[in-house]
């Protein structure tokens, strides 16, 4: 399975952006995703989760800091999914990456626990 992020772009504070993870490989890895995590580092920072989407449930969850401000979805047919981000603010600034988890359908876990990374979306928000 490969993972390939895309949408990352220069915004202003206030603006809007729709990241893309879109997800490739045999029929049987597409089957067998349990949940997509999007993940973002800032420069000098730690990486952090900031949202999940179930495979199963379809759940959702997000990080407190985009709460209301961000949504996850997903296109079964393209396999793809979505993070659009509104209200972006500068402290959002970040690559941003999507990851695969294979063995649950519940979001929460550990970062480590997920077992394929895409390479990560530049997302810049300055005026």
């Known amino acids: 399975l490969q993972l390939v992020e895309s949408g990352g772009d220069l915004v202003q504070p206030g603006g809007s952006l729709r990241l893309s993870c879109a997800a490739s490989?045999?029929?049987?890895?597409?089957?067998?995703?349990?949940?997509i995590g999007w993940f973002r580092q800032a420069p000098g920072k730690d990486r952090e989760g900031v949202s999940c989407?179930?495979?199963?449930?379809?759940?959702?969850n997000y990080t407190n800091s985009v709460t209301g401000r961000f949504t996850v979805s997903r296109d079964s047919a393209k396999n793809t999914v979505y993070l659009q981000m509104n209200s972006l603010k500068v402290e959002d600034t970040a690559v941003y990456y999507c990851?695969?988890?294979?063995?649950?359908?519940?979001?929460?876990?550990?970062?480590?626990?997920?077992?394929?990374w895409g390479r990560g979306t530049q997302v810049v928000v300055s005026s």
């Open positions: 990851a695969v988890d294979f063995g649950t359908y519940k979001c929460g876990g550990h970062e480590s626990l997920y077992d394929v």
């Open positions: 989407l179930s495979f199963g449930s379809g759940g959702t």
């Open positions: 490989g045999t029929t049987q890895d597409l089957r067998d995703i349990g949940i």
